[in-house]
């Protein structure tokens, strides 16, 4: 290469650099940009909560950049003391834990059964099970309802737990038996060579290997259960308001008319505090978890 094309080459590349950055800085911009457009309604929403009714009323949530120190507790204070929130949080909790553990648990055992174990109809199985995601929620209330009311579940924690658990199950398996399928097939020759039954390589090595797998599905059945109105509503509901869960109480703020609906900025932040930290906490684990069953490799 000739001394004159030297010079050449290096504007070529640097041009090519600058397009690069120029490209990436585009790209920053663009995401900030939808970052604030996704959250202004969060914003507004959380400085709404901490206004009083009376200007939540007259104007607009951006006028309190300009009266900041129109800022009250009131909202949580009265959503907290009076409106039965504090009791709704405790049976959302008790709802939503063992609604997210046991439908986890059961999925686990039949995902592994479907990735590493051979039975008769196995495939036929499995299709049925993933086929169970297309059926309305809605078709299932009526003949579910009779039939807690015969064995006298209604009303009870339990009857939400199974609701949420045979909701649950056709995705659950349908997850972890992708990615429990894409585990290494010599760990598992190796651990049958040394005599290890399936029970032993499904608790020592398929569920430490799947725990991205397991982490992601807990944060969809939290997040499923711990954000449901509809399935409280039917199989609790009336038949025992004291079980009611935080989203039948959040709906019971607004009264007849629309009247305390300013209640509702202060309620949504509270039931959006439990699932925020079950996300932070599992997030590492959630893109591994979603994507690790759907390449090959």
Request: glycine share 8%; no cysteine.
């Amino acid at each position: 290469m000739s001394e004159l094309a030297v010079p050449a080459v290096r504007r070529k590349e640097g041009g090519s650099a600058w397009r690069g950055r120029l490209e990436h800085l585009a790209t920053h911009v663009v995401v900030i940009l939808l970052m604030a457009i996704w959250l202004i309604p969060t914003i507004g929403l959380l400085i709404s909560s901490f206004r009083p009714s009376a200007d939540v009323q007259s104007s607009g949530w951006w006028t309190f950049f300009f009266q900041p120190a129109q800022a009250t507790l009131e909202n949580y204070t009265y959503v907290l003391a009076q409106a039965g929130i504090g009791t709704g949080f405790i049976n959302s909790l008790f709802i939503s834990i063992p609604a997210t553990v046991i439908p986890v648990f059961v999925a686990a055992f039949a995902a592994y059964a479907f990735a590493w174990m051979s039975f008769p109809g196995r495939n036929i199985l499995f299709v049925v099970v993933v086929g169970l995601l297309v059926v309305p929620l809605q078709t299932t209330f009526i003949p579910i309802l009779r039939l807690y009311g015969q064995i006298g579940i209604e009303g009870q924690f339990l009857a939400v737990w199974l609701a949420h658990t045979g909701y649950g199950l056709p995705f659950a398996v349908y997850l972890l038996r992708n990615f429990m399928g894409e585990l290494p097939r010599e760990v598992f020759e190796s651990a049958a060579i040394d005599g290890a039954s399936p029970v032993t390589s499904f608790f020592r090595l398929a569920i430490p290997m799947s725990v991205p797998a397991i982490a992601a599905l807990v944060i969809f059945q939290f997040l499923f259960v711990w954000n449901d109105l509809l399935v409280s509503l039917i199989y609790i509901g009336a038949a025992n308001p004291e079980n009611d869960p935080l989203t039948i109480s959040i709906a019971s703020l607004v009264g007849n008319f629309g009247q305390g609906w300013w209640y509702l900025a202060a309620a949504s932040f509270i039931s959006m505090a439990v699932p925020l930290l079950v996300f932070f906490t599992l997030q590492r684990y959630f893109v591994r978890g979603i994507v690790g069953g759907s390449v090959k490799g």
